[in-house]
Each structure stands twice: as C-alpha cells, then as structure tokens.
C-alpha cells in the first residue's frame, strides 16, 4: 500500500543541481509531502515538507506540481556527503493515526567527483 | 548538546534470549518511537509512545514490548517471540506525535545467532 513511488536510484554530479522525483497520485487534500535521507548504517534526517506551496531551506528546495500529484526535491549544489538514500513521505497532519511516518525503499542518490 | 543516543551501536545475541535496546533522549519531546529496517527496506514502525506510561503499537509489534516510564527514555525489548530479530533498529522523538519532524537516534545493529 505504498503512497509514494521514487526512482531506486540516481547519480549526480558534484557541483550539480540533483533533482530526486517522487510520485503520488493518491494524495488526499489534508497530506504533507515529506523528504527524508539516511546516510549509510545512521538514522534518516528531515529534510523538509511542503502541502502545496514549494517551500525551499538551508537544505533544499521542494517542488509540488499543482494537482500535487508529484513532487521533486532539490539539492541545488551537490557535494559527495549529500550520498544517501532520499525518502519521500506522505502523511496527513494531524489526529491519532498521523503519528508514523511510512518509509518506503527510497532512491540511493550518489554523488561522483 | 540535545540530541537522541542509542547504545550499544551493535549487538549479538544467542537466539531465545531476551535483549534490551536503550534509548534516551535529551529534547524534552513527548513522542518517541521505535522502527525496525531490513537490508535494503524501508523503516518500519514497531511501537510508539505519545506520552509517559503510554505507548500503542505500531505496524509490526508481535515479538517485540515497550515502556515508557520516563519522558526521556523509551527501552525496547526483542523477547525469544521475535522470529527474525536481526536488523538495525532505530529510535526517534518528536515534540508530539505526528509533529513534521521525527529526530532520530544512530542505531542499534542487533545480530542474533
């Protein structure tokens, strides 16, 4: 019952823009898009969420189309600690049920000098 | 410095022993939650915790008990029930359950023979 669908893997210059896709067609009006990243053998990170709007941080910039349907996250400047595996997340806000945080497998973003 | 540990980093274990993982945290967050992940998975939830003295399962809890005695601790025993117990386990708070951001600890590497 995945809600997400992401490329198992990318490759991406360092210096480069690393643009990682994420589908999901199935998202209901109340649901974030979440993006997180687990460097190897440690926990994921946060990395940021949006609902419609693109939102950019220190981090990264995230792209929602307009029918939200899909997102793309942005790492804008790529440098080799940014390898990872990249997961994007969708979940509703708020109430009881909301308190997870369904990972799928990810897309293995690595980074070549 | 605030922040999630876990220890030991690796553990091995006879099968048909109990073992205790540790996990405290620093952040004064109310949740905390415990994932499991497979070799090439994606995380999966085991049991979460809203608030002390509380704690609900996840999606995969058989094998696996809790508690949640003090705001900043949340042990999780791997008892003999647990079929597949070798896997990386990881720990993670939050200021409250389904807050954007879940912070995640390093991970316990349990290997069980």
């Known amino acids: 019952d995945a809600k997400t669908t992401q490329p198992p893997s990318m490759d991406c210059a360092e210096g480069r823009a690393a643009n990682l896709p994420c589908n999901h067609s199935?998202?209901?009006?109340?649901?974030?898009v979440y993006w997180y990243r687990q460097i190897h053998s440690q926990g994921p990170q946060y990395i940021i969420h949006?609902?419609?709007n693109n939102e950019t941080n220190e981090m990264a910039s995230l792209i929602i189309t307009e029918d939200r349907k899909s997102s793309t996250l942005i790492l804008p400047h790529a440098t080799l600690r940014d390898t990872a595996v990249y997961y994007c997340?969708?979940?509703?806000?708020?109430?009881?049920?909301?308190?997870?945080?369904?990972f799928g497998k990810g897309t293995l973003l690595t980074v070549n000098p | 410095d605030g922040g999630i540990t876990q220890s030991p980093k690796y553990l091995f274990r006879k099968e048909g022993q109990n073992v205790t993982l540790s996990c405290e945290q620093n952040l004064n967050h109310d949740a905390m939650y415990w994932y499991r992940q497979d070799p090439g998975q994606g995380l999966r939830l085991i049991y979460y915790?809203?608030?002390?003295?509380?704690?609900q399962k996840g999606d995969i809890a058989e094998g696996y008990s809790v508690s949640r005695e003090k705001k900043e601790s949340f042990p999780l025993t791997v008892t003999s029930a647990q079929k597949n117990p070798t896997a990386f386990y990881l720990c993670?708070?939050?200021?409250?359950?389904?807050?954007?951001?879940?912070?995640f600890g390093p991970g316990t590497r349990l290997t069980v023979t």
């Open positions: 997340i969708v979940r509703g806000d708020s109430g009881g049920s909301n308190y997870k945080l369904t």
């Open positions: 993670a708070s939050s200021v409250r359950a389904g807050s954007y951001e879940q912070y």
């Open positions: 915790s809203q608030i002390v003295n509380d704690f």
């Open positions: 199935t998202i209901s009006g109340n649901e974030y």
């Open positions: 949006g609902l419609k």
